[in-house]
């Protein structure tokens, strides 16, 4: 099992599939040579083989949600979003985008963000602030929907998100 930068463990698609297989295995539905059971959320599955392994795709357009957290001139990080999963920023050692420690202003669990699979909705936890780029403060702790292309500030103008929706197709 591997473990993530928060030590956390994850199981990769390897790791999925021998699980349904030993599973299904001691259950009897299936026998140690037939392919496992995919089970996923989608209508018709496709399968595409990266080296040894197989991801399973839904067929159409996918969207993902992307943040680049830009700091001063030198430090940039992108960070692709799951839909449905609350993402920390801030400087401190849990946020899941971490801007530097020598960042002035910026909270340890600055702001939070959430992709819906079409919008992004932001709630500042700061004491010193989420703005717009206009300079309008988001409010604390109201989530707020931001769309992409948007970009947000945090406690002062070289702090910055940019937020972008891309329609991916998948085959």
């Known amino acids: 099992m591997k473990r993530n930068e928060h030590n956390e463990e994850i199981m990769t698609m390897r790791d999925q599939q021998e699980s349904i297989r030993q599973w299904e295995q001691q259950n009897g539905i299936k026998g140690p040579d037939e392919e496992p059971t995919i089970i996923a959320e989608m209508d018709v599955p496709a399968k595409q083989t990266m080296g040894d392994q197989t991801v399973i795709l839904p067929h159409g357009p996918k969207k993902q949600g ?10 940039a990080v992108a960070r692709l979003l799951d839909t449905g ?5 801030g400087r401190g050692e849990r946020c899941d985008i971490r801007f530097p420690d020598r ?14 699979g079409a919008h992004f909705l932001v709630t500042d936890r700061s004491k010193n602030g989420t703005f717009r780029m206009e300079g309008e ?9 931001v ?25």
């Open 147 to 171: 769309q992409g292309g948007d970009s947000l500030y945090l406690a002062g103008k070289h702090n910055v998100l940019h937020f972008t929706v891309n329609e991916e197709l998948n085959r």
């Open 103 to 116: 960042e002035k202003g910026i909270s340890r669990s600055h702001c939070s963000i959430l992709f819906d």
């Open 137 to 145: 403060r988001l409010p604390r702790e109201e989530p707020v929907s």
């Open 85 to 89: 999963r609350e993402y920390t920023v």
């Open 66 to 75: 992307m943040v680049i957290a830009v700091s001063g001139e030198d430090t």
